[in-house]
Nanobody, 120 residues
Framework: QLRIVESGGGLVQPGGSLRLSCAASGSIFSVNAMGWYRQAPGKQRELVARITKRGTTNYADSVRGRFTISRDNAKNTVSLQMSSLKPEDTAVYYC??????????????WGQGTQVTVSS
């Protein structure tokens, strides 16, 4: 059974930094794109950052230059380094991974979410 587990959320003051991590485990044949999404209260879930297996990245305009996504293909992990955090970054952050299992079919998997709160 495939699992996506996130860690690293918490409370931080404006201007501070946090690092989110996510690990995929289970019957994995190949992990394709991985990414982070977020959902603030009363808003739709939105893409924050995404990285392909080859390392190509894309970011939401609101976080470009402040957040950095990276991955370790050998460990099936993805991280999001967040700097210069703003109150509007407050949300539940979800890890997403497109994974081909041993049947070779690829599906999107989601983590349980981790809360990030930016407040003084």
């Amino acid at each position: 059974q495939l699992r996506i587990v996130e860690s690293g959320g918490g409370l931080v003051q404006p201007g501070g930094s946090l690092r989110l991590s996510c690990a995929a485990s289970g019957s994995i044949f190949s992990v394709n794109a991985m990414g982070w999404y977020r959902q603030a209260p009363g808003k739709q879930r939105e893409l924050v950052a995404r990285i392909t297996k080859r390392g190509t990245t894309n970011y939401a305009d609101s976080v470009r230059g402040r957040f950095t996504i990276s991955r370790d293909n050998a460990k099936n992990t993805v991280s999001l380094q967040m700097s210069s955090l703003k109150p509007e970054d407050t949300a539940v952050y979800y890890c997403n991974a497109n994974i081909a299992d041993t049947t070779l079919y690829a599906y999107d998997y989601w983590g349980q979410g981790t809360q990030v709160t930016v407040s003084s």
